[in-house]
């Protein structure tokens, strides 16, 4: 199956994309050969092989939840250069209405 140039303006139009002539051929050109390599992974024989979503096996990776010391609020806030009702001081970026 081969995508002709008139396919190619078709999807052209219908994703509202000014196309000209010489494009409509290099893209025609290049859709046949992605749906040529779409179609040689189909071919595979691949019946006794389970559909997987990745290659290995996944694990969890994320540490327990604990309880843990950190920076108090003084501390964090020690290095800030504006600061106001223990929270950092920020410039308004956006207008109130």
Partial sequence: ?????????????????????EELDHFAVQLDAIVSAVARVQEVAAEDIPPTTHALPLVNVFRADEVRPSLGTA???????????????????????
Avoid: C, K, W
């Fill in 1 to 21: 199956m081969s995508i002709t140039r008139d396919e190619v303006a078709h999807l052209a139009r219908l994703s509202r994309l000014a196309l000209g002539d």
């Fill in 75 to 97: 501390e964090a806030l020690s290095g800030a250069p504006a600061a106001e009702d223990e929270r950092f001081r920020v410039p308004r970026i956006l207008e109130e209405d």
